[in-house]
């Protein structure tokens, strides 16, 4: 008897670097030299990811437009851009931004997986399919990505053995994920109780 299971609450894509799962990889042009991301750039980029987390996503979508225009060689504002689009049902553009974010950077495992949820949505579940294995290919860590691959198998392609192995897969990733933080919650924690040991005892 295989077992669905849950989804945690707290799987967010707004971030910059998605943790949880998908590890973005830096920001890459599309190899025509550096890209110059100048101060005023980065405090618009601010900005526009301000926007997302507070859900104003026509501010943030007018801010990344402004952006693409000014260095359409970067792939970070286009992903966001996605995001923003899709968040407000322009599924179209929403997958354009997608495509154009992977073309400047096509080892980011979170475009991927973004880009397979909008197929997933418009019904195009080959598709979908194609871009969470993409975003495994890229990270085989990617937790978000075997999870919306269980999705898949197990609500629409009615696959459940195929569904089963996703979901146990993604418990594995978030398990994993869980004891990292937890060691390394303990050696901040061992760290400090022994500052507090040797606090003020000078040395022989």
């Excluded at 894509?13 to 980065?42: E, F, H, K, M, N």
């Excluded at 104003?56 to 992903?79: Q, V």
């Excluded at 049902?89 to 973004?114: F, H, M, T, W």
């Amino acid at each position: 008897m295989w077992k669905r299971f849950s989804k945690p609450a707290a799987v967010l894509i707004l971030t910059l670097l998605v943790a949880g799962g998908c590890a973005s990889t830096p920001d890459r042009s599309t190899g025509q030299g550096p890209v110059d991301v100048t101060p005023v750039l980065r405090e618009h980029y601010r900005q526009a990811i301000e926007s997302m987390k507070a859900g104003e996503w026509d501010a943030a979508i007018t801010r990344l437009e402004s952006i693409t225009r000014e260095n359409e060689r970067l792939s970070g504002p286009y992903l966001n851009l996605g995001i923003a689009y899709a968040h407000t049902g322009d599924r179209e553009k929403a997958i354009a931004a997608l495509q154009a974010s992977i073309e400047r950077n096509p080892v980011n495992p979170v475009a991927y997986n973004q880009l397979g949820i909008l197929y997933r949505q418009s019904g195009q579940f080959e598709q979908a399919g194609k871009q969470y294995e993409k975003a495994l290919e890229v990270d085989p860590a990617c937790a978000e990505a075997q999870w919306n691959l269980g999705v898949l198998h197990d609500l629409y392609l009615q696959h459940p053995a195929e569904a089963q192995q996703h979901y146990e897969r993604y418990r594995q990733l978030t398990e994993a994920d869980k004891r990292e933080l937890q060691s390394e919650s303990d050696g901040r924690q061992q760290k400090s109780a022994t500052q507090q040991l040797t606090a003020g005892v000078k040395p022989p």
